[in-house]
């Protein structure tokens, strides 16, 4: 099964990550959030605990995109359920100077190794994240690093709405055929 955990404001009609799941509802769906807006890591982990109880967690694939990637790892770090993989799109870098003070509780970003294999997909001119803290996210937690060119966000206003290349990217986490680094 593959999870969608989505970032700030919730994943629109026009994301990736709501075309995964209307192409393919029996196999993606979403944890949803109380509130889209003003995510509160703690309550936002404690929501993804509580919809994935009853699933057995070695068959789940987590998707995160830009804050969604940071309460999968922040999951992990409180709860340590291994999956079976996680594919994390734009990373939202909690830490920065200037990080809006409506996102809590994301802080400090884990540094260990992640014991199931791992994706980070990033662009070099994401708006969010500099590439050179998309980097050491990969290097932090074990990860693959794809490297996007030009590819802002990786949000429908980049356009990325079909994503035919994210498909791929969870078919290898599917089918364990990772490279980490």
Known sequence: ????????????????QTKFERADPKNFIRVTQENWDE???????NQIELELKDFNHSELILIGHSIGCMAIVKWF???????????????????????????SGFV??????????????????DHVTEIVRSK???HNWGSELVMLENAGHIEPKSGFGDWEYGLELINR?????????
Request: hydrophobic share 35%.
């Open 173 to 181: 986490l599917e089918y364990n055929t990772t490279n980490t680094t």
């Open 136 to 138: 050491e996210f990969a």
């Open 108 to 125: 400090p970003i884990p540094i260990f190794k992640m014991p199931f294999p791992t994706i980070v997909v990033a662009s070099k001119n």
């Open 1 to 16: 099964m593959k999870i969608n955990i989505p970032g700030l404001h919730d994943s629109d009609k026009f994301h990736w």
């Open 77 to 103: 770090e409180k709860f340590g359920h291994i999956i079976k993989g996680a594919l994390l799109v734009a990373p939202s870098d909690s830490e920065r100077d200037g990080y809006p003070s409506y996102i």
């Open 39 to 45: 995510p509160d890591c703690n309550t936002w982990i």
